[in-house]
């Protein structure tokens, strides 16, 4: 099983990013997908996660508005479109899904498949 993550880049703040992240080895249309990101010496944060039907989703107050996940199942892949970047969402961004509907985890603990990580650096 891989999650491949791909988007990430150097932006000036302001602008906007989209990453991917596409899924293979098994199918994840029956579990929710999320987004964390991480800046060395710092814990893995929550960004958003998204449940099984892509209908419901959950953000961090820090991304709120800013930040949008989705996910098309047809594709097996997870998107977070990102606006309004801001220098401190500079971080390495991953994909994860965890078994089951509940999306609403913040603790990167509870998730069980992670991708390789993509970087995101937003310049100010």
């Known amino acids: 099983v891989q999650l491949q993550a791909s988007g990430g880049g150097l932006v000036q703040a302001g602008g906007s990013l989209r990453l991917s992240c596409a899924a293979s080895g098994r199918t994840f249309r029956s579990d929710a997908m999320g987004w964390f990101r991480q800046i060395p010496g710092k814990e893995r944060e929550f960004v958003a996660s998204?449940?099984?039907?892509?209908?419901?989703?959950n953000y961090a107050d820090s991304v709120q508005g800013r930040f949008t996940i989705s996910r098309d199942n047809a594709k097996n892949t997870v998107y977070l479109q990102m606006n309004s970047l801001k220098p401190e969402d500079t971080a390495v961004y991953y994909c994860t899904a965890r078994y089951g509907n509940n999306f609403y985890s913040r603790a990167w603990r509870d998730y069980n498949y992670w991708g390789q990580g993509t970087l995101v650096t937003v310049s100010s």
């Open positions: 998204i449940n099984p039907s892509g209908f419901r989703k």
